[in-house]
């Protein structure tokens, strides 16, 4: 580790801890000017894990949502590169988040919010598929909710 006021190549870890977020904190001081500097290191990021409806658990697969998304978007006026941003942004919210779990249901959120921004038949294709309406009425409350977001765009929806 190289000291940042004289770039002189050696230093002492004169104290090590963890922060509780995956990093660790290292107080360091330089061999030649004595200056004392932080540095954090991270873990390198494994694999995320999804959890499922029934508990069990696998490896997050950007395939597998895309195969939901384009199926939702069929002929619908959405590229494959927005498509592939709603999974980017779903990955680094897990990584930014320092967990390495989510759960399909907060998946199935994340997507619906992005894709009712983008398209609303895909939005309504892909809830339908995810939320497995039970009935029209189900169906139809989404469809009244999705109207009244968009009447009042400001108007949080969750
Ligand atoms: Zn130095």
Do not use: H, W
Request: proline share 3%; hydrophobic share 30%.
């Amino acid at each position: 580790m190289k000291c940042p006021i004289c770039g002189f190549e050696d230093t002492k870890v004169v104290d090590s801890r963890p922060t509780g977020d995956d990093s660790i904190r290292r107080r360091r001081e330089c061999l030649s000017c004595r200056f004392r500097f932080t540095t954090y290191e991270y873990i390198e990021a494994g694999p995320i894990f999804v959890i499922k409806k029934d508990g069990s658990r696998e490896i997050f697969d950007r395939n597998k949502i895309m195969t939901g998304l384009v199926k939702a978007c069929y002929k619908r006026p959405v590229s494959n590169a927005q498509l592939d941003n709603i999974i980017s942004e779903i990955e680094s919210s897990v990584a930014n988040s320092m967990r390495r779990e989510i759960s399909s249901s907060e998946i199935g959120s994340m997507v619906m919010d992005s894709l009712r921004k983008l398209d609303e038949v895909s939005y309504v294709r892909f809830a339908s598929v995810y939320r497995e309406f039970k009935d029209v009425d189900t169906f139809m409350k989404e469809l009244k909710e999705l109207k009244n977001s968009q009447l009042n765009p400001e108007k949080k929806n969750t």
